[in-house]
């Protein structure tokens, strides 16, 4: 007879299926992630043994204007990829949710909502390549529509002029994006009580005076959700800016995760680049922490 | 008049969407004689197959979509199988300390891959993973995991309490408890999981790019990258080898829609 309550006993056995999945976890990520922690504090080529260097790598980012330029470029991209899509998409999903759904059927919403969604499910470097042809500049889609209708004048070289290339970039990831949270707002928006928009309807409330003050408080958590996924993905994003522009032109579109992969494998700064993807981490944890505790505080 | 505004601006954002999509259609079918005297725009005068056949002898893509398939599925189903079991120890299981085990998990799912590259591709090297798509399923299977985990956790955590004492009065173990009850009630949300996965695993560009240097054991957006970097492709080849890299996203998209809606819905109330 064993003396240990059976719910504890009950406890230690479900622990036994944590066992795999948590092996996995410190194999694949934890301990390699320490490792890149390890690395941030050595000089190291990748081969031979790595010198300790302490803080030397932290104080050359602070002074390295390529490192700083590539953040710069990193905001860009959060209002390209977050801010801009979360706007966007809130109008268009009120829209398509509560104006074609409603005067013109589900069937055109859902349709028209597919259109919206289909960038969302090709991968990131195919997109990357269909819009490197749209947007090359002797033959490019874009420049022949242009000359078509007879504005020669804004023809340009798109992603190779170093004034561009970011905002070329950008209007990229936009599209690319957008769909997500116009898929997301508009599940949330089933879930409003219908009795909320009536009412303010009956009080004389304009379609606009209804999406500020019924739909999108009504949304909240969506939104936030929708915010945070998408600032955390624009942080991270790397594909589309090796197929688009390698960072270039001149180091214009350059963001840190380029950065880090660039020293790895191409400067062979080993201690360098896990300093930068460091930082990145860092940085990306802080943003998850104040947005989770923000939402917390909103909810309560 | 003001609806069919909206309707109209709302059809022309449709437009605007897709009409990346049908260049690239158009263009995949012209011969390079064709493009180069009527440019990206003008309607191809037949359909001409040279560019796209070009493009999958030169790559092998046949290679390179199974080598997707391979990978993509595997994740799928062992990420769905480790998610199962940590969830049910999480979400069922109540393990002490369950709160803090998850966001482990959830940091593990929000930390930039680029944390991770240069070791893994050094673990890789000393362990002889390197260039083989083993190792690309393993760490696809724990990042993957490590969001199922999440997801599935707050699920199993309202699980219908009575459905587990009555299994345990039937004298059920825990095994046949989860593979017998828990399993088969959550199999609609699994399966949500499962197209998740597999989506996410075949679009992955970073470390699969990393870890897989040799032709044949890479995946598609890989090798369409790959290529693309390379700039040596004209202009039809390019869009023959764009439209191959979106038709299976599309086949996805058209069969995977209502698994997709549902499940986004599901992610978004987390």
Redesign the interface.
Known sequence: MSLVPTSIR??G??????I???L??L???????G??IG?SFTEWS?AGTPEWIGLDNYTRLMSDGTFWASFRHNVGLVVAMAILPTLAGLV?AA??FD??GK??GSK?ASI?R???Y??Q??????A???????L?PR???LN??LR?VGLDSLAQNWLGDPDLALWSVMAVML?IQ??YPV??FM??MQRVDPSLHEAAELDGASWWGRFFHVTVPQIR??IF?VLLTCT?AA??V??PI??LT?GGPGGSTNV??YY??QN??EKTQ?GY??A???V??VL??IL?TVFLRVQNRGER | MR?HA??WS??L??AV??A??V??ALNAVKTPAE??TG???DLPSGVSLDGIVAFWERVDFGEKLLNSVVISGSVAVLAVV??V??A???G?????GRLW?LV??L??N??????????????ANATGLYDTKLAVI??F???Q??FG?YLLTSTLGGFPRELLEAARIDGAN?WQT?VRIVVPISRPTLGVLFVFFF?WT??E??LP??LLISNENQT???A??VL??QRMMD?TM??A??LL??IP??V??LIF?RAL?RG??A????
């Open positions: 009950d406890r056995s479900y622990l036994l299926f944590l795999p999945g948590g996995l976890l194999a694949v990520i934890l301990v390699p992630f490792m890149n690395i990748g268009i829209a398509l104006f074609i005067h013109f055109h028209l597919a259109c919206v289909l960038p499910v090709l991968p990131i470097a195919v990357g390549i269909v819009w490197s042809w749209i090359a033959d490019g889609a022949e529509v078509a599209w957008v769909g898929v997301i599940a949330g958590p969506e959700v955390i942080l991270k790397f594909a090796y197929v390698r840190p995760s880090s992969f790895f494998f080993v680049g896990a930068i993807a460091t990145l981490t990306i944890l998850t | 609806r909206v309707l709302l059809v954002l449709a969407m897709l990346p999509f260049l690239v493009y180069s440019g990206p725009l480790v998610s079991f940590n049910y120890a999480l069922i299981g109540r393990v002490k085990i482990v998990f940091i593990a929000t930390l930039p891959q680029e944390a991770l590259a240069y070791p893994l591709y050094f673990l393993i760490i299977t724990v990042i995991a490590a985990t825990k989860l989506i075949w679009n560009f970073f790019l990393v598609v957006p890989v369409l990258g693309q970097g202009a390019t869009s080898s764009a890299g979106v996203a599309i996805f998209f829609q809606t986004i819905t992610g978004a109330v987390k």
